[in-house]
C-alpha cells in the first residue's frame, strides 16, 4: 500500500511539473507574440521641423522725413505752386503770403542805407547793414518752401485764404525709405546687432517686406505696464506701392538664420553591422540613415530621410520615467512645434541623453 502510495505521488509530481512547464511556455510565448504585434502596429512619423530664433515685434511705419508746412508770417496766399501728390526738390517754393508791406519796407531801408553812405559813419552803416538782414528775413517769412526732396502728402490751401503764423497747411514726406521704432524687451536686447534682417507683414499686402535694424539707444525705457524695453530703430529700402506712412505691421527680427531638422522617435531606427537604418510601414523598404541624438525622446536624421515617411517601430518603448508616458502609442506627424527635450529656445538645439536602440 505505501509503495502504491509513493508511485502515485511521482505521477502526480511528474504531472504539475509538466503543467508549470506548459504553463511557462505558454507566458513566454504569449509575451513574445505580443511584443511582436506591439511592434507590427507602432509606427512613427518623421518630423521635418524649422527652428526660428526671432524677436517678434509690431508697429507702425514712418516716412524717412517729415515736414509740416506752415507759414512762419501772416497774410494772404497769392500762390500756390504745387498740388497733393507732386514731388518737389529742397528749397522748392510751394506757397507764397503777400508780401507787398516787407518789400516796401526792404526798398525804403535801402535807399535810406544809399544815402547813409554819402555822410555816415561806417557804425552807421554796419547797424543798417544787420537791419537789412531783418527785412530780408520777414520777406522769406511769406514764403513756404521745401527743407527737404519729398512729395506733398497733403496740401489745404487755395490763393486768397488768410492764413496766420504757425497754421499748418499740408505736409511733406521723404518716402525714399520707411522707418520704424519698436519696443524689444530688456531680456532681447543682447540678440541686436545692427543689420540684423527683419520681416514685415501688414494687413495692407500680402506678402513679405524686408528690412533691417539701424540701431537702439544705450538707455531703456519703463513702459506705462512696468516693463523695461529698448526703443530699436528700423528701416524698409524698398516697398511696395500699396504701403503708406502710418501703415500698422507685425513682423519678426531674424536673430539667426533658420535652422531645419528632420526628427523621429529613436524607437524607429535600428542598427546592424552596416550601419543605422528605418523601414517604411507600408512596404517594408529599409532605407539606410545617418543620424545623431537630439533628446532623450528623438534623434535628428542628418541623411536619409526628408520628413513625412511613416516607419516601423524597431524596439519597444521604455516603459520608464519620462518614456512611461510615450509608451504603446502611435506618433503623429510634425506640427511646426519643436518636440520636447533639453533644447531651449533662443539657441540651436543641443543633443539629449540616452543612446537609441542599436547601440548610437
Known amino acids: 500500500?505505501?509503495?502504491?502510495?509513493?508511485?502515485?505521488?511521482?505521477?502526480?509530481?511528474?504531472?504539475?511539473?509538466?503543467?508549470?512547464?506548459l504553463g511557462l511556455g505558454l507566458v513566454i510565448l504569449r509575451k513574445v507574440l505580443t511584443k511582436k504585434s506591439s511592434l507590427e502596429t507602432t509606427t512613427y512619423t518623421v518630423r521635418s521641423e524649422t527652428y526660428?530664433?526671432?524677436?517678434?515685434?509690431?508697429?507702425?511705419?514712418?516716412?524717412?522725413?517729415?515736414?509740416?508746412?506752415?507759414?512762419?508770417?501772416?497774410?494772404?496766399?497769392?500762390?500756390?505752386?504745387?498740388?497733393?501728390g507732386d514731388y518737389v526738390k529742397k528749397g522748392d517754393l510751394l506757397v507764397q503770403l503777400d508780401d507787398t508791406t516787407q518789400q516796401y519796407n526792404l526798398a525804403q531801408h535801402d535807399y535810406n542805407m544809399a544815402t547813409k553812405k554819402i555822410n555816415g559813419s561806417a557804425k552807421e552803416i554796419e547797424l543798417m547793414e544787420t537791419q537789412r538782414l531783418a527785412l530780408v528775413?520777414?520777406?522769406?517769412e511769406c514764403k513756404v518752401t521745401a527743407t527737404f526732396d519729398g512729395v506733398i502728402a497733403n496740401l489745404k490751401v487755395s490763393v486768397g485764404d488768410s492764413l496766420s503764423a504757425k497754421d499748418s497747411i499740408g505736409t511733406l514726406v521723404d518716402v525714399s525709405y520707411l522707418t520704424a521704432e519698436v519696443e524689444v524687451t530688456e531680456t532681447d536686447v543682447a540678440k541686436l546687432q545692427e543689420g540684423l534682417p527683419v520681416e514685415f507683414t501688414f494687413p495692407a499686402y500680402d506678402g513679405i517686406v524686408n528690412g533691417y535694424v539701424v540701431g537702439w539707444p544705450a538707455i531703456g525705457e519703463v513702459t506705462s505696464r512696468g516693463a523695461t524695453v529698448?526703443?530699436?530703430?528700423?528701416?524698409?529700402?524698398?516697398y511696395p506701392d500699396v504701403i503708406l506712412p502710418n501703415f500698422s505691421f507685425s513682423g519678426e527680427i531674424k536673430v539667426s538664420p533658420d535652422e531645419n531638422y528632420v526628427l523621429v522617435e529613436r524607437y524607429a531606427v535600428a542598427q546592424d553591422k552596416d550601419g543605422a537604418y528605418v523601414e517604411l510601414a507600408r512596404t517594408g523598404e529599409r532605407i539606410a540613415v545617418?543620424?545623431?541624438?537630439?533628446?532623450?525622446?528623438?534623434?535628428?536624421?542628418?541623411?536619409?530621410?526628408?520628413?513625412g515617411e511613416v516607419l516601423k517601430a524597431q524596439s519597444e518603448v521604455r516603459a520608464s520615467g519620462?518614456?512611461?508616458?510615450?509608451?504603446?502609442?502611435?506618433?503623429?506627424?510634425?506640427?511646426?512645434?519643436?518636440?520636447?527635450?533639453?533644447?531651449?529656445?533662443?539657441?540651436?538645439?543641443?543633443?539629449?541623453?540616452?543612446?537609441?536602440p542599436g547601440g548610437f
Open 137 to 140: 528775413q520777414k520777406i522769406n
Open 322 to 356: 519620462m518614456n512611461r508616458n510615450n509608451a504603446n502609442r502611435t506618433s503623429s506627424g510634425g506640427n511646426g512645434a519643436r518636440p520636447s527635450g533639453n533644447s531651449q529656445g533662443g539657441g540651436a538645439p543641443s543633443g539629449g541623453a540616452g543612446g537609441p
Open 290 to 307: 545617418t543620424v545623431q541624438n537630439y533628446d532623450s525622446t528623438y534623434v535628428e536624421i542628418l541623411t536619409g530621410l526628408s520628413g
Open 52 to 84: 526660428e530664433n526671432v524677436i517678434e515685434i509690431s508697429g507702425t511705419v514712418s516716412a524717412a522725413q517729415s515736414q509740416s508746412l506752415q507759414a512762419l508770417s501772416s497774410g494772404t496766399v497769392v500762390g500756390v505752386y504745387v498740388q497733393q
Open 1 to 21: 500500500m505505501k509503495k502504491k502510495m509513493s508511485k502515485k505521488a511521482k505521477v502526480l509530481i511528474v504531472i504539475l511539473t509538466v503543467t508549470v512547464i
Open 230 to 238: 529698448v526703443k530699436v530703430k528700423l528701416r524698409i529700402d524698398e
